[in-house]
C-alpha cells in the first residue's frame, strides 16, 4: 500500500465546473506536502506547497488545504478550463533529507 | 524562459547500448536531480546533486551514472542499457541545497528494445 493515496484515480468534468482531489497520507512526521500539475509529455509544475502551519494555500484557480490531524490535503480546481485536463500529483516530505514519496497522481479531463 | 532542458527528447536503444541524458538549468540553482516515471509508479529517484561538484544515489541508481559537469549541468548515463530501463527521464533543479525539485524539464523518452 503507497503511504501516499491519490484519489480518485481518474476524472472527467464539463469546463465552468468545480472539482476536489483528494491526498491522504499515512507517514510521520510532516514538513510540508507539495501539489504539481503534469500535463501530458511534460514534466510536473509546482502548483503550491504547504507546511504544517498551513490549512489553506491558493495558487489562482487552484487552492490546496491541509489538514495535518486526519493527514489528508486536498486541491479544489474552480471554474475548470479545458487547460485543466492533466495528472494532479501529490508529493509528501518528511524532512531532513529523507526521501520524497510521490502520489501516483489523479487524471483529469475536462470536456467542452 | 528556457527553465530546464533536456536533450534528447526521444531515443531508441538496443540492449547493451550506451548513452547519455543531457539537462541544462538556466536559474542559477543549486541542486539538479534525475528521476525516472513508469507507468502505476510515483517518480522515483535516481541520482542528485546538492550542489555543483557533488553526486548522491536516490532510490535506484544501479545501472546509472552521473555528472555533475558544471553548476548548469547535470548527465545522466546508461552504461549498458537494459529493456527494464525503458521509461521518460525527467531532470529537475532546486534552488536550494538538498531541496525538493522545483522545476522539471519535458523529460526525455527512452526505448530500450
Known amino acids: 500500500k503507497n503511504q501516499v493515496e491519490q484519489s480518485p484515480q481518474s476524472l472527467i468534468i464539463l469546463e465552468g465546473k468545480n472539482c476536489t482531489l483528494q491526498?491522504?497520507?499515512?507517514?510521520?512526521?510532516?514538513?510540508?506536502l507539495r501539489w504539481y500539475k503534469q500535463d501530458t509529455g511534460r514534466g510536473p509544475v509546482s502548483l503550491t506547497i504547504?507546511?504544517?502551519s498551513e490549512n489553506t494555500k491558493s495558487n489562482g484557480r487552484y487552492t490546496a488545504t491541509l489538514d495535518a490531524d486526519t493527514k489528508q490535503s486536498s486541491l479544489h480546481i474552480t471554474a475548470s478550463q479545458l487547460s485543466d485536463s492533466a495528472s494532479y500529483i501529490c508529493?509528501?516530505?518528511?524532512?531532513?533529507?529523507?526521501?520524497?514519496?510521490w502520489g501516483l497522481g489523479t487524471s483529469l479531463g475536462v470536456n467542452p | 524562459n528556457a527553465g530546464v532542458t533536456q536533450t534528447p527528447k526521444f531515443q531508441v536503444l538496443k540492449t547493451g547500448q550506451s548513452m547519455t541524458l543531457q539537462c541544462a538549468q538556466d536559474?542559477?540553482?543549486?541542486?539538479m536531480y534525475w528521476y525516472r516515471q513508469d507507468p502505476g509508479m510515483g517518480l522515483r529517484l535516481i541520482y542528485y546533486?546538492?550542489?555543483?561538484?557533488?553526486?548522491d544515489k536516490g532510490e535506484v541508481p544501479n545501472g546509472y551514472n552521473v555528472s555533475r559537469l558544471n553548476k548548469r549541468e547535470f548527465s545522466l548515463r546508461l552504461e549498458s542499457a537494459a529493456p527494464s530501463q525503458t521509461s521518460v527521464y525527467f531532470c529537475?533543479?532546486?534552488?536550494?541545497?538538498?531541496?525538493?525539485?522545483?522545476?522539471f524539464g519535458d523529460g526525455t523518452r527512452l526505448s530500450i528494445l
Open positions: 536559474m542559477n540553482h543549486n541542486s
Open positions: 508529493v509528501y516530505n518528511a524532512g531532513n533529507n529523507r526521501k520524497l514519496i
Open positions: 546533486s546538492a550542489s555543483e561538484g557533488t553526486t
Open positions: 529537475a533543479s532546486s534552488v536550494r541545497q538538498g531541496y525538493q525539485p522545483q522545476h
Open positions: 491526498c491522504n497520507y499515512t507517514v510521520s512526521p510532516f514538513s510540508n
Open positions: 504547504m507546511t504544517f
